[in-house]
């Protein structure tokens, strides 16, 4: 027979629960695998290009487990040979994956020192050049700011500005990823 509409939406809720509980365990999973993986690349050479590999299979890993669909429009706009600040909103803990596979450069975060904590996470994010990031609350107010001296040395060299926006549509699993308007 036919299911009441409680059912679907217990059934809706269990189907979404389980995608979430797998995702984080393949990605935790993943997350260790490919750090040790990319700390050991760096004891050889920091800037191998397998490093870069490593990363976007990470990243494909999380994005596929998900579930997510992504679209990516005006990646011809990304010169390799320039350098770029990239901006995410973070919409989801997927952003960090989506601008990996989307900006086909090197990409290295701010990431707050919290993650800097965490043993064999910390390690692969200092072997692939992430910087820290302290998030310091205002006393009024809910805004945080990122600030930090390693953040602003490693910005330096930049000399041009790529913003991207990942748009998510909480109805549909996808992350699409375009320039924003100057």
């Given at each position: 027979?036919?299911?009441?509409?409680?059912?679907?939406?217990?059934?809706?809720?269990?189907?979404?629960?389980?995608?979430?509980?797998?995702?984080?365990?393949?990605?935790?999973?993943?997350?260790?695998?490919?750090?040790?993986?990319?700390?050991?690349?760096?004891?050889?050479?920091?800037t191998s290009p397998w490093i870069e590999r490593v990363i976007r299979f990470w990243s494909r890993v999380w994005i596929f487990v998900s579930g997510t669909?992504?679209?990516?429009?005006?990646?011809?706009?990304?010169?390799?040979?320039?350098?770029?600040?990239?901006?995410?909103?973070?919409?989801?803990?997927?952003?960090?994956?989506?601008?990996?596979?989307?900006?086909?450069?090197?990409?290295?975060?701010?990431?707050?020192?919290?993650?800097?904590?965490?043993?064999?996470?910390?390690?692969?994010?200092?072997?692939?050049?992430?910087?820290?990031?302290?998030?310091?609350?205002?006393?009024?107010?809910?805004?945080?700011?990122?600030?930090?001296?390693?953040?602003?040395?490693?910005?330096?060299?930049?000399?041009?500005?790529?913003?991207?926006?990942?748009?998510?549509?909480?109805?549909?699993?996808?992350?699409?990823?375009?320039?924003?308007?100057?």
């Amino acid at each position: 027979g036919k299911c009441s509409v409680a059912t679907l939406a217990v059934m809706r809720w269990l189907s979404t629960g389980i995608r979430s509980l797998v995702t984080w365990l393949v990605g935790a999973i993943v997350t260790v695998v490919c750090a040790v993986i990319v700390i050991m690349i760096a004891l050889v050479n920091d800037t191998s290009p397998w490093i870069e590999r490593v990363i976007r299979f990470w990243s494909r890993v999380w994005i596929f487990v998900s579930g997510t669909r992504l679209e990516i429009e005006g990646r011809g706009h990304v010169d390799p040979s320039q350098s770029y600040v990239v901006v995410s909103n973070h919409i989801s803990t997927l952003d960090i994956m989506t601008c990996f596979l989307a900006v086909r450069i090197p990409i290295r975060y701010l990431a707050k020192k919290e993650l800097f904590r965490v043993p064999v996470l910390a390690q692969g994010m200092r072997a692939v050049g992430f910087a820290i990031a302290e998030i310091v609350h205002e006393v009024r107010g809910a805004r945080r700011r990122a600030v930090g001296d390693e953040a602003g040395r490693r910005l330096e060299p930049a000399h041009r500005i790529a913003q991207l926006r990942a748009e998510h549509d909480p109805g549909e699993d996808e992350q699409v990823l375009r320039p924003l308007a100057r």
